[in-house]
Structure formats: structure tokens, C-alpha cells
């Protein structure tokens, strides 16, 4: 089992844009230290995120295009796309939809650790006193919410 360890940097980034758009789904890809250890018990480092889109989160030739700049930029600093992250719209809603679906899919066949990081809209407040995300891991063939420690 991995371990997925997110950076306050990162944290902040993801947050900062879904609260810059309230009104729209936002999604981003996080990147992760690039780790060549087969181990089991081994801790994913997701140090930074890029944020994407805000609105339409399927636009299939600008996301291309993107995950081609950013596995680029992403090799040149030792780096991976480690997962892929979504806040909904709804405020009620924390489920991933299936873009993302179909976008974790795709970075887990280039790297099989990657996560769906999903913004809970229900636990961000200034009081804030627990991590506002779910963590989802393919698993015989789905994704499923990873458990809780």
C-alpha cells in the first residue's frame, strides 16, 4: 500500500482554486517526487500541483496539450504526474465524476501509484479542522476512496 503524503504548498494551491472559482469545477494535476522504489510500504510525495482548467474539464486538445508541457517540465525536475484533482461545482458533491475518471485513468497507465485527489467543498472553512480532500486508488479495475488511517 502507498502512502500519499501531500505538501502544504500543494494543499494551498488546489484550495486557492476552487476558492478563486466558486461558481465552476476546477482541475489540476498533482506532481509527486519521482521515486524508483518498488517498495509496498512506500510514501508518495506530492509536492506541487498545476492547476488546469476552471468551467469545461474535458477539453480533450488543450488537456493533451498540457499533460504534454507538464510530463516535460515534469522530467526536467525530477518529477511525475502523480494524480489528477477536482473540486465539483456542488457543493454537496465530492464524488468524482467521469472526467475524472477517464484523466486518472489515463496518468495511472503512466504511472501506476497515481490517486484521485477530490476537494470535500463540505470541510473547507476558515475553521478548518481536518484535510478537505478524499483520496480514490484504481483497484480491480475502479476507482475506489481509499480507507481512512
Known sequence: M???NV??????KILSHAAKYPHSSVNGVL???D?????SNKCLKMVDTIPLFHVCLGLTPMLEFALTLIDIYCKSKGLVIGGYYQANE???NSKP???AYLIGKKIQEYFADSCIFMVNNNK????????AY????YKDNMWKEADKK
Open 2 to 4: 502507498v502512502d500519499y
Open 7 to 12: 505538501s502544504l504548498q500543494a494543499y494551498c
Open 31 to 33: 506532481l509527486a517526487e
Open 35 to 39: 521515486t524508483k522504489v518498488k517498495d
Open 90 to 92: 456542488s457543493y454537496c
Open 97 to 99: 465524476d467521469n472526467v
Open 124 to 131: 473547507i472553512s476558515p475553521q478548518c479542522v481536518s484535510e
Open 134 to 137: 478524499k483520496i480514490y486508488l
